[in-house]
């Protein structure tokens, strides 16, 4: 086992209203919060349309599968990527991408008729991006913010996604009833393209480069064994990874069958799903908010531990309620501790990984970690026609229980952490 030693010298974290001052951040700041409140009302809108046309929870899984497919095949080839381009430029390349993409769609929904293979098709090109997206902007962030603010920087980020994420939601729900669905894909090709806008604007250049100043020729499959050989030598990293597939796989019972849920509980309402969905992004940004408060990254993972503890249980209420209001609560303190491991993790990873490495690192974090959730969709479309959403939530808070518990009892997962070294020794 190799010894890691993750500290480094301390200094004041930046407060949140520093940062609003930095203009690269300011700008990355509203891309996110532009394209979480777009991509929201499309998820509802999308998930709504299939779920209206077909009744069935076999094209809902079809269409969480279109979401994860993309980052499962294509994942680690986005980390390499991100990389060795500039990352800027990724994510305005994917950004205009998913403007398109989302046009034709809703034009094609508004002047011809519902076409679920189109749907499907769509989905995949803009989860395409999104994947080469995500590892470039997780990566970028430590170009533009100090190794201090991380953990605020990223509050901000994942809070403000949540906060959109949100108000996306329920306005999501809101349009589907009474503009229909068609308008809320119309307003997510907007958002992408603002978000491209004020990424285009960030000034510089956002190439990572070696630490040793040589420019990098290896192939694409060099990198990417470097970035493995990175995990294997860090178990704490390899170990939170491992530890997540199940999570993810358990998860995949609760949130792409929302929509079910929401049906089947509270009646074929859309505003009723906006609404739950409304609860996790709304607990999601609170919990982001708290990580740089409670310093979250000096025992990442105890408390991303205990989290997945915590998420089973939250899931186990949430199977057996009949009442919208106490679902509504439950669903925010779910994502509370979501929003909490989400931005404690990538916090901790963007302080202890080398920049150079980042993107490959996390890229190949989620692909693993993402590896069970299509097993877990084709799950859930099995499950719930059988033996309803009741007893498949049961079947994932119960799962998440049990995960939580075996997570606890691994030193190396316990140990991941970032913990600035005191100056003044």
Do not use: C
Not at 113 to 124: K, Y
Not at 367 to 373: D, E, T
């Amino acid at each position: 086992m190799v010894k890691v030693d993750f500290t480094e010298v301390e200094t004041k974290s930046p407060r949140p209203r520093r940062l609003t001052r930095e203009k690269g951040f300011n700008n990355l700041f509203i891309s996110t919060s532009a394209a979480a409140f777009g991509g929201s009302v499309s998820t509802v809108a999308v998930s709504w349309i299939v779920y209206f046309y077909t009744h069935s929870a076999v094209y809902i899984a079809y269409l969480g599968l279109a979401g994860i497919i993309p980052g499962i095949v294509l994942g680690l080839l986005a980390g390499v990527i991100a990389d060795r381009y500039d990352r800027k430029t990724l994510m305005v390349t994917s950004d205009v991408v998913r403007t398109v993409s989302m046009a034709i769609l809703a034009l094609f929904l508004y002047l011809v008729s519902f076409s679920f293979p189109l749907i499907l098709a769509i989905m995949v090109v803009v989860y395409t991006f999104s994947t080469i997206f995500q590892p470039a902007s997780q990566a970028i962030l430590p170009m533009l913010v100090q190794r201090e603010g991380l953990e605020n920087a990223n509050g901000m980020l994942q809070g403000s996604f949540s906060v959109f994420q949100a108000i996306g939601s329920a306005a999501g729900g809101l349009v589907v009833a009474y503009l229909g669905a068609v308008w809320g894909l119309g307003i997510n090709s907007m958002t992408y393209a603002v978000s491209a806008i004020f990424l285009f604007m960030i000034v510089g250049h956002f190439k990572s480069r070696p630490t040793d100043g040589s420019v990098n020729q290896s192939s694409f499959s060099s990198e990417l064994r470097v970035g493995m050989s990175y995990m294997k030598q860090h178990l704490p990293v390899l170990e939170v990874t491992l530890g997540s597939l199940p999570v993810n796989f358990f998860g995949s019972l609760i949130g792409p069958f929302l929509v079910i849920y929401a049906s089947v509980k509270f009646g074929s309402n859309s505003a009723s799903y906006g609404y739950l969905v409304a609860a996790l992004a709304g607990g999601m940004a609170l919990g982001s908010l708290l990580v740089g408060r409670i310093k979250a990254s000096r025992y990442a993972g105890l408390m991303i531990a205990i989290g997945f503890l915590v998420t089973g249980g939250t899931v186990s209420i949430l199977a057996l309620t009949t009442n919208l209001y106490i679902a509504l609560v439950i669903g925010i303190a779910t994502g509370l501790i979501i929003g909490l491991i989400n931005t404690t993790y990538v916090s901790t990873m963007q302080s202890i990984v080398p920049v150079e490495l980042l993107a490959r690192v996390l890229s190949i974090d989620s692909v693993g970690s993402f590896a069970a959730i299509p097993a877990g969709l084709a799950l859930g479309g099995i499950l719930i026609p059988a033996y309803g959403i009741v007893f498949t939530y049961l079947v994932a808070g119960i799962g998440l229980l049990a995960n939580g518990l075996i997570v606890l009892s691994m030193k190396g997962f316990r140990s991941l952490k970032y913990v600035p070294a005191d100056p003044e020794k």
